[in-house]
């Protein structure tokens, strides 16, 4: 027996171990980590690959002493206070399995990519899957669900912007992280729009570019980290969103009544 010690998903670990084990096996069965999938034990299927300081490697082909000292995430790893990251929610969306016994394996693949590549072509994720077999799903939904990660991943509000409301926010968020208020206004805000909020009521369209001209001069809105719960009818718009400023990150929340594709009312406030 010897003792190694590693990080797994951030989280120290120090075990004793047969010198022999697996490194897949020392994660299915010493850590109960059983995300990485053991198909063919020969390193032909890629089920079994995890991240070895930061590396896709297939853990069925190295020894749980070679990891030994070693930065390791596996599947159970990417998910964000247990919420799916933007690859794993793309799977979801674009229908990238069905058994999804190959699936592990895939999103760790995936993940080196897409650490490496913020927009990768689908040559290079074809390339990136390359060692990862599926026997069910095939490989186009996959790649479908890779460009979804990628073009939610890349997107100033952090969502598929496939809808007037979702593009009407982006154009918001883009005129609030260049700190155009003048624009802002103009472009979004009718003559009469009213801004509220539990602390005041602007009204008018040169109350309200004073209005933003100020808030900005204090808050520096950098990236919106993620919009949740956006609903959207003909002419309202409702949504939550976590933002990114000077101040550090805060969760707001926003609703919009449209009239002839501008702001007429805007309640907003911070959680
Ligand atoms: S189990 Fe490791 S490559 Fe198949
Ligand atoms: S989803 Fe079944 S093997 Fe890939």
């Known amino acids: 027996m010897m003792e190694i010690s590693m990080t797994v998903n951030n989280r120290n670990y120090t075990e004793e171990v047969e010198p022999r084990m697996l490194l897949v096996d020392f994660l299915r069965e010493k850590l109960a980590l059983t995300g990485a999938k053991v198909g063919c034990d020969t390193g032909q299927c890629g089920s079994c690959t995890i991240l070895l300081n930061g590396k896709a490697v297939k853990s069925c082909l190295l020894l749980a002493a070679q990891a030994d000292g070693a930065d390791v995430m596996t599947v159970e790893g990417l998910a964000v206070k247990g919420r799916l990251n933007h690859l794993q929610e793309g799977f979801q969306e674009r229908h990238g399995l069905q058994c999804g016994f190959c699936t592990p394996g895939m999103l760790m693949s995936l993940t080196e990519l897409l650490n490496n590549h913020v ?91 004073a209005h933003f001209r100020n808030y900005m001069r204090w808050v520096k809105i950098k990236a919106v980290k993620s919009t949740d719960k956006f609903v959207e009818t003909d002419n309202t718009v409702l949504f939550e969103a976590t933002v990114v400023s000077n101040y550090g990150e805060a969760k707001v929340y926003d609703a919009f009544v449209l009239r002839n594709g501008r702001i007429s009312y805007h309640f907003t406030g911070v959680m």
């Open 119 to 209: 927009e990768p072509s689908e040559q290079q994720i074809r390339t990136a899957l390359e060692g990862n077999l599926c026997r069910c799903t095939g490989y186009q939904n996959v790649i479908d669900a890779v460009k979804y990660a990628v073009e939610k991943g890349n997107s100033p509000v952090k969502m598929i912007v496939d809808t007037p409301g979702k593009q009407f926010y982006q154009r918001q968020v883009e005129y609030l992280v260049a700190g155009n208020a003048d624009a802002l206004v103009e472009d979004n805000y009718n003559d009469d729009a009213v801004l509220t909020s539990p602390e005041f009521i602007v009204r008018g369209k040169q109350a309200l570019k």
